[in-house]
């Protein structure tokens, strides 16, 4: 889920197993939601994305699923591999003061799997 | 197509030195942006130009300029850099800015101190 601070949260899982990770979003109002990969020394890479008027969005091996009553993201990953070990953002498209809408990023989790 | 190219990976800076942190990108994208990712914390917009000959300030612009120089590249300049300015940049474009489904694409980051 979602830290503030220097230590980020960890997952860590058995090759094969599943991973669901959790990401509490801010602002109500966000209609779009990403989950980025991060490899460590490399920038976030995109994974998957939901708009808000769905609920569950599925891709290969990997799942979103949108609560907007609780406003809570979630990134299900099948059969995880170690190839899937990094740090996994949300980030939900959010307008500014300005007005014009950005995506703002949560902390992230970092995601381990043990071979 | 190289994606989003960021010169240079890694700077260290003194305190009061300046710099500019290049960024270009081959996509044809409108809009491109510029993060900070700090440790254990997620990406925080810092400028963002949402098309050429526009910027605008992100969540943390203090201590930063940008220049659009054109619709491939985008500056980050430090005039006067701090130690609080330590951290990893990333800059990133996207189609147009201001969709609902506006997907990012990031460059491999810089890594700057300052000493």
């Known amino acids: 889920g979602e830290s503030v601070g220097l230590h980020l949260p960890t997952l860590s899982v058995q090759e094969g197993d599943n991973s669901i990770i959790n990401c509490a979003y801010s602002n109500s109002a966000s209609d779009y939601f990403i989950w980025y990969k991060q490899e460590s020394g490399k920038g976030p890479q995109f994974i998957i994305d939901?708009?808000?008027?769905?609920d569950k969005r599925q891709g290969q091996r990997v799942t979103v699923l949108l609560n907007k009553t609780v406003k809570h993201l979630s990134l299900q990953i099948a059969a995880t591999q170690p190839g899937d070990s990094a740090v996994y953002f949300c980030?939900?498209?959010?307008?500014?003061?300005?007005?014009?809408?950005?995506?703002?990023f949560g902390s992230g989790t970092r995601l381990q799997v043990q071979p | 197509n190289a994606g989003v190219t960021q010169t240079p990976k890694f700077q260290v800076l003194k305190t009061g030195q300046s710099m500019t942190l290049q960024c270009a990108q081959d996509m044809n994208h409108n809009s491109m942006y510029w993060y900070r990712q700090d440790p254990g914390m997620g990406l925080r917009l810092i400028y963002y130009?949402?098309?050429?000959?526009?910027?605008d300030k992100g969540e943390v612009p203090n201590g930063y300029n940008v220049s659009r120089l054109n619709k491939r590249e985008f500056s980050l300049r430090l005039e006067s850099a701090a130690p609080s300015q330590t951290s990893v940049y990333f800059c990133a474009s996207t189609r147009r800015q201001g969709q609902t489904n506006e997907k990012l694409f990031f460059g491999s980051g810089t890594q700057l101190s300052v000493l």
């Open positions: 980030a939900e498209n959010s307008r500014m003061d300005t007005g014009r809408r950005a995506l703002t």
């Open positions: 939901i708009r808000s008027n769905m």
């Open positions: 130009s949402a098309s050429e000959g526009t910027t």
